[in-house]
């Protein structure tokens, strides 16, 4: 395993939040037979996203307008009702079904909001796919990003076919998750609200 | 030789000593039995860092250029203390590769102002510590600590700070105010970090919810990862398919 460090203690974080910002929008999973992603249709998959993302930012919109087309495409190309759900975490089962549809849809415009704000410092950056691998139910692409002024840093994508295409639901920038990040934000939330759903959720309308 | 020798090997074995005695860490998860004393000086840095870096005048005042050369400056006079530890590692290839890139950043890159290892020659910044030396010997993470100013680490990671400072090889061959300049350099590195990576500090320290919780795991997952600790255990992989409420 190459480790590819961080210079100081301060890159790591923002590598996880660029990470994010990029990864969130970027893994395009087309319709490709279940199991058998190669690296070259990782690859391609990748490129498309991304693209997407910087033609977004190059239409020269901002504001709500720029996250309004991040929300799009992460939609697209994320599994949102399975990140949602698991940043809820063991909350979402007390939850009523009209709960978490409210949820996931603020969590959506949260999550667009929130990486989609300081996405510019992802610009110009380049992902080179280095492998794609079988994992428990899903599968792992393995990725290096290379963003100027920075040393190349690994990137791992966990794509899962159980919603019916391949969507991504995980990014993982040198060991930081963005699963366990966002669980961690929402339940500190949550406990905020004292446990309170409802409240969460319109928290959530204007957190990001 | 050997009055230079010794008072480096002291702090050393107590580092070691120290570390070993903690408890074996968790290998994912939080050992954290400081959390209301570690809160308390998370709240100070974070008051530190209000005072010092908020607002966007501050931060634009100094331009990116100007902000990378000094962090190419600072982190360029790591690099001696970088290969020590690489040896102590037993790994000779990141201790080598960072002497070209000392030797070349010290030299056509003008004192290390300028970073033409990484940019002309692929040779970025190998990074580790006296803390992966630690963890390379065998020592447990222990228990996570938060720093005043110094920020996340854990008590390992502590006792490679402490001993890093003791026997980095630079300040065996500087003295008076190179020394002192040298220090500098590395506090400006810090510094310029912090406001070339400001919005993304900010969001994580100024607008989580629990920014203590969110630090605290940003740091001990990046840090396992860079000492290879999460080893490629696909059982441990988190699969919200397997498990949609994520216990």
């Known amino acids: ?208 | 030789m050997f009055s230079r020798a010794l008072p480096v090997l002291g702090p050393v074995l107590v580092a070691a000593v120290l570390s070993g005695c903690t408890a074996p860490p968790p290998a994912s998860g939080v050992h954290d039995p400081y959390e209301a004393e570690n809160r308390k000086v998370h709240a100070f840095n974070k008051s530190v860092d209000k005072a010092l870096f908020s607002g966007g005048n501050k931060k634009d005042a100094i331009p990116e250029p100007v902000l990378r050369t000094v962090s190419n400056f600072g982190g360029n006079l790591g690099l001696p203390g970088k290969v020590l530890n690489s040896l102590l590692q037993g790994r000779p290839e990141p201790a080598l590769s960072n002497s070209f890139r000392f030797v070349i950043n010290s030299t056509l890159g003008v004192a290390g102002l300028f970073d033409p290892a990484g940019s002309s020659f692929g040779l970025p910044e190998s990074d580790t510590d006296f803390g992966e030396t630690l963890h390379v010997w065998g020592a447990g993470e222990g228990a996570y600590l938060e720093l005043p100013i110094l920020g996340p680490s854990t008590e390992r990671d502590l006792a490679g700070k402490v001993v890093d400072s003791l026997i980095d090889p630079l300040g065996f061959v500087l003295d008076g105010d190179d020394a002192k300049i040298a220090t500098a350099a590395k506090i400006g590195s810090k510094i310029s970090d912090r406001l070339r990576f400001g919005d993304t500090v900010d969001s994580i320290l100024h607008e989580s919810a629990d920014s203590y919780a969110q630090t605290r795991l940003l740091y001990l997952q990046n840090r396992r990862f860079e000492l290879g600790m999460q080893v490629e255990n696909d059982e441990d992989a988190y699969d919200p398919y397997a498990d949609p409420y994520g216990q």
């Open chain 1, 1 to 208: 395993m190459t480790h590819m460090r961080t210079p100081t203690a301060s890159n790591p974080t923002r590598r996880a939040a660029l990470g994010m910002i990029g990864g969130g929008l970027a893994l395009s999973m087309a319709p490709v037979p279940a199991f058998a992603l190669s690296d070259a249709q990782a690859r391609q998959l990748i490129d498309t996203a991304l693209g997407e993302v910087n033609a977004a930012i190059a239409s020269g919109k901002s504001g709500a307008a720029l996250y309004a087309d991040f929300e799009r495409i992460f939609v697209r190309y994320a599994d949102v009702p399975v990140i949602a759900r698991s940043a809820l975490g063991v909350a979402a089962r007390g939850a009523s079904s009209a709960q978490m549809a409210a949820f996931t849809t603020a969590f959506r415009g949260y999550i667009s909001r929130k990486y989609g704000r300081r996405f510019r410092e992802f610009q110009g950056s380049r992902f080179e796919v280095t492998g794609a691998r079988p994992v428990k139910s899903f599968y792992e692409v393995k990725s290096i990003a290379y963003m100027r002024g920075e040393s190349p840093f690994e990137v791992l994508w966990h794509v899962s076919d159980k919603s019916g295409k391949h969507l991504f639901f995980n990014i993982i920038i040198e060991g930081v998750n963005m699963l366990a990040s966002e669980r961690t934000e929402v339940g500190a939330m949550l406990d905020r609200r004292r446990g309170n759903i409802d409240q969460l959720i319109q928290d959530l309308k204007s957190a990001g």
